[in-house]
């Protein structure tokens, strides 16, 4: 849903739903149980709002979001023959339940024609319900590669029509 409040303000909003079909581990493993040999379909629920705010000079947006995965979908190693501490292979688990919600802002000024600075923001809390693999419980935790916060700042210089030069840290 996209509303136009005035020439420079506008509301957005998304309701959606999305999946991760089922699939089968293919390991050669004797030690992957039966059970864990297939893995689940995850869904996801999500739901985000936001404000952008636009005019010649300056263009902000605050976004918030919200995602429910139900038997999410986690990749993990694991040493294949206990004996041997180099046999390593990757195998898909389930876990009951996840959760991501967090909030976005990025803020572009254009200080000439030419020069554009950007900013941006962001802060994200996540969590993975716990789950257990041959006697050891994984999860209960934050979702792994997944920062809580994260800052951009940037300039871009169209110099000419066909150079542009562009810093971001």
């Known amino acids: 849903y996209f509303y136009k409040i005035n020439n420079f303000l506008f509301f957005n909003s ?5 999946y991760k079909t089922s699939g089968i581990n293919q390991t050669q493993s004797p030690f992957l149980s039966e059970k864990l040999r297939i893995y689940n379909t995850e869904y996801s629920n999500n739901i985000e709002l936001g404000f952008d705010y636009k005019n010649t000079k300056y263009n902000f947006k605050i976004n918030s979001f919200y995602m429910h995965r139900d038997n999410p979908q986690l990749r993990l190693s694991y040493q294949v023959d206990p004996q041997d501490p180099t046999s390593f292979d990757y195998a898909t688990f389930n876990a009951d339940m996840a ?7 990025n803020l ?17 809390n996540t969590y993975v319900s716990e789950f ?25 210089n169209h110099i000419s029509d066909n150079l542009i030069f562009d810093m971001q840290s």
């Open 14 to 18: 998304i309701l959606s739903r999305g």
């Open 108 to 124: 572009s000024i254009h200080v000439t024609k030419n020069i554009l600075f950007l900013q941006s923001f962001s802060k994200l």
């Open 132 to 156: 257990e693999y041959r006697g050891t419980t994984y999860g209960n935790r934050e979702i792994a590669h997944s920062p809580n916060n994260q800052y951009n700042i940037g300039m871009t």
């Open 99 to 105: 959760y991501h919600y967090g909030l976005e802002m």
